[in-house]
């Protein structure tokens, strides 16, 4: 009896031990992802061109993100973005998501110049729009963590304008 208890509690360790190692792994990984902190659960596309190729084959608008690590105000953005569950539920659901750290060869991605952080709706007939803006007019498309809300409502904005023009 001795013996099986032994033997049933140095078991026990060894799936004990392989959970934290797992874990540990797991904290270790998650910021080498494709999301680079904009949102885990999301499912991110890896270039300009596959966005597209999926907005147009899934219907549905894509969402641009521009961003730079050492930029503070994409940091404070990039924090909002991730703690808002409206916002990371409708980019899993109902967007194709990208975040890039450089830019594209599309023009119309920097319609008043290539700041960041911006954010850039393209609807899936690949149509870049322009019209669905931020609040500042010197920065059309960038957004502060306290403009959420707004950016909320944007989103929305651009998945009717699917809707109503297909």
């Known amino acids: 009896i001795m013996l ?14 392989s959970n934290l190692a797992m874990a540990i792994k797991k904290e270790k990984r998650a910021p080498q992802t494709l999301s680079r902190g ?7 596309v ?5 966005g597209l190729y999926q907005a147009k084959k ?24 991730a703690e808002n569950e409206e916002i990371q539920e409708m980019a899993q659901n109902n967007f194709v998501m990208l975040n890039l750290m450089h830019e594209t060869t599309d023009k119309n ?18 149509t870049v729009r322009a019209d669905i803006t931020g609040r500042y007019s010197n920065r059309l498309y960038t957004y502060e963590p306290q403009d959420i809300p707004f ?16």
């Open 4 to 17: 099986h208890s032994t033997l049933a509690l140095s078991l026990l360790l060894i799936a004990v031990s």
């Open 46 to 50: 890896q270039t300009y061109e596959e």
């Open 151 to 166: 950016l909320i409502e944007n989103m929305k904005k651009a998945l009717r304008l699917i809707q109503t023009e297909l």
């Open 58 to 81: 899934s219907n549905k608008p894509l969402m641009v993100i521009h961003h730079l690590e050492d930029c503070q105000y994409c940091q404070a953005l990039k924090k909002a973005f």
């Open 109 to 126: 991605l920097s319609p008043d110049g290539q700041y960041v952080p911006r954010i850039m709706f393209v609807d899936p007939s690949l």
């Open 38 to 44: 904009w949102g885990d659960e999301i499912t991110w």
